[in-house]
Structures are given as structure tokens and as C-alpha cells.
């Protein structure tokens, strides 16, 4: 449970430092690294939260609240660094 805590927490002050200078989906970006937390702690069962991501996308995009590169700018990051954290500590599934 520290893990996921520390993971997010990680994704949240990278976006904090990223939005400093350019505009990334902080929506997307917690999304997509609870997504990965799940996928490290229960496997493949996690892939029915993948509609998720694609419909908080779409909405954030039609809403106008975001560009399609802001958009993979915050779901890379969540990515990256919410699955860096599992990784580094050996948590893999």
C-alpha cells in the first residue's frame, strides 16, 4: 500500500514541476498511474479500466480543457513514473 502511495505521490510532484512551464492532464496522468498500480498488484484483471482512460481523454478533449499532446504528455508521465516506482522496487507482477 506504501508503494501505490509513493508512486502517485511521485507522479504528482513531476506534473506539479512538468505544469510549471507546460500544460499536461493531471486527470490523465493520476488515472493512468492508479491503471498501473492495479496492473502491478492484480495483472491482466486491471485492462477493464482501459475504457476509463480512453473516455476521460475524449471528455477532457471535447470539453476543451486539453490538447491530444497534453493529453499523451499526461498519460506518458503517469505512465512512466507510477511503473517506474513498481519496477524499482521489484513489485512487478
Do not use: D, E, K
Not at 19 to 44: C, D, E, K, Q
Not at 50 to 72: A, C, D, F, K, N
Not at 75 to 89: D, P, Q
Request: aromatic share 10%; glycine share 10%; proline share 3%.
Amino acid at each position: 500500500m506504501l508503494i501505490i502511495i509513493l508512486g502517485i505521490t511521485l507522479v504528482m510532484f513531476v506534473l506539479a514541476f512538468v505544469n510549471l512551464t507546460h500544460r499536461v492532464s493531471f486527470h490523465l496522468a493520476m488515472i493512468t498511474g492508479m491503471s498501473s498500480a492495479l496492473w502491478f498488484l492484480i495483472g491482466p484483471v486491471s485492462l477493464v479500466a482501459l475504457p476509463l482512460l480512453s473516455v476521460l481523454g475524449l471528455s477532457r478533449y471535447r470539453l476543451g480543457m486539453h490538447t491530444p499532446l497534453q493529453l499523451l504528455s499526461g498519460f506518458c508521465i503517469g505512465l512512466a513514473f507510477s511503473a517506474g516506482v513498481f519496477l524499482s522496487f521489484g513489485l512487478a507482477a
